[in-house]
């Protein structure tokens, strides 16, 4: 089968494990304190309205983003809770619990604040202290390009030094061993240690490189409207942010596409280049957990896949 044809899945690095997401289903395997492996379903369920704007070009984007953000905050706070506690000790983990729907619905409610709060401060930021520097640079395409940098500078700044504490550190290295299984399984090749370890971590589908993305494609589309006054900057940067998501994201597939195709395939380079920031080579037992997640999930999903077809025949 060829990579054309493999379905796409795909996943996030959490604490001491990984989530991988497939048509129908997300899995989450995490290391315990045990050395044990515990696992985390969620069903994939679809909404109607939310499925049709996914078909929409720009639209379809922000809805991934905003699911991403959602989905994947239920998982991180699944692994945070339990990556640290001896098994044996579970029953204090249910009696903090509330119900499951208003866990899930906080979490997730959380998650996707978290991330326009996050948005806004990289968007915002960036534009003040370009304008502070005015005198410097006066015109308005000098102003783009200094806010451009200054938010390339803040980004990399952060993750280098977030990269420096242990737990983010390793939380990277699941991630490179997220993207070691993904580029295995779509080179066709068994899903053993030592086959995944020979794979790149790095991938053109990663949300790293979608970030790195925004500051690109921001950077023209802030050209089209003035940075003056610094009210009108500030408020068109706010409304701008859906835009130049959407954008983002589409350019983010696009260059995914072109990976195989010979000269295009560099358009995707500077996404990998942050991935060298946001990623860490893993050591086996990561990859294993990276591996039985993925295992999981596929297991998951071809029992959905063979239900269905069984219900079509009836």
């Known amino acids: ?3 054309s044809q493999k379905p796409v ?14 048509k129908h289903h997300y899995v989450t395997a995490v290391r315990r304190k045990d050395h044990s492996i515990d696992y985390y379903h969620v069903p994939r369920k679809v909404n109607p309205v939310l499925a049709k704007l996914k078909k929409i070009p720009f639209l379809r984007g922000i809805v991934a983003i905003i699911e991403a953000s959602a989905n994947g905050s239920k998982h991180l706070n699944f692994s945070s809770e339990r990556y640290d506690v001896d098994p044996k000790d579970d029953h204090t983990i249910k009696e903090q619990e509330v119900s499951k729907l208003t866990m899930y619905l906080g979490v997730a409610v959380i998650g996707v604040i978290s991330f326009v709060i996050g948005k806004l401060a990289f968007t915002l930021v960036p534009a003040l202290l370009a304008n502070f520097m005015r005198p410097i640079f006066p015109s308005d395409v000098a102003q783009v390009v200094i806010e451009s940098v200054i938010k390339l500078i803040l980004l990399l700044s952060y993750i280098y030094f977030v990269s420096l504490t242990p737990l983010i550190k390793r939380v990277f290295q699941y991630h490179g061993a997220e993207h070691k299984v993904i580029n295995t399984f779509e080179a066709g090749v068994p899903l053993t240690v030592e086959n995944v370890q020979a794979h790149s971590r790095l991938h053109y589908r990663c949300g790293s490189s979608f970030i790195l993305f925004t500051v690109i494609v921001g950077l023209f589309v802030y050209l089209l409207v003035p940075t003056t006054p610094l009210w009108l900057r500030i408020v068109d940067r706010i409304l701008l942010i ?7 994201f589409e350019v983010l597939q696009f260059t995914n596409k072109l990976r195989n195709v010979p000269v295009l395939k560099y358009l995707g380079l500077p996404g990998l280049w942050l991935q060298l920031l946001t990623t860490k080579e893993p050591d086996d037992e990561q990859v294993e957990v990276a591996i039985l997640s993925f295992q ?4 998951r999903e071809s029992e959905t896949e063979f239900s269905m077809k069984n219900e079509e025949i009836i």
Do not use: D, K
């Open 242 to 248: 859906p835009v130049v998501l959407g954008i983002s």
């Open 1 to 3: 089968m060829s990579n």
């Open 296 to 299: 999981a999930l596929l297991n």
């Open 9 to 22: 899945y795909g996943g996030q690095a959490v604490i001491e494990g990984v989530m991988f997401g497939g």
